[in-house]
């Protein structure tokens, strides 16, 4: 693993459905908590890939965080990551894979 980055990531909190929309919104302001160093790839143009359900899903980052971060990750909650040349970003978690034993990878 390379170390390239950082991230910061928000829990899923409370949410609420916006009356105008219909939409699910989140009703926390709940703030960043603090992760640890990651390996950050970015993929332009987003990566695709077929899930085992046959729906086609696109994500832009793939990150590799140690095994040893013990913070609560869950789709759908949204993760910051920093990379070593200062630049930020935000995502949606849309996938975790924890099963190697060294890092958990999440996409989004």
């Known amino acids: 693993m390379r170390i390239n980055g950082t991230f910061e990531y928000k829990p899923i909190g409370n949410v609420q459905t916006d009356p105008t ?3 699910v919104v989140s009703a926390d ?8 160093e990651c390996q950050i790839d970015k993929s332009i143009p987003a990566k695709q890939v077929v899930g085992t359900d046959g729906q086609t899903y696109a994500y832009n980052y793939d990150v590799f965080i140690p095994k040893y971060f013990n913070g609560e990750l869950a789709i759908g909650c949204t ?10 970003d935000e995502f949606s978690v849309l996938g975790i ?3 190697n034993r060294k890092y958990i990878e999440v996409w989004g």
């Open 97 to 99: 894979d924890d099963m």
């Open 79 to 88: 993760v910051r990551v920093t990379s070593e040349s200062g630049t930020t």
């Open 21 to 23: 929309t219909g939409f």
């Open 29 to 36: 302001d709940t703030p960043f908590l603090k992760g640890c």
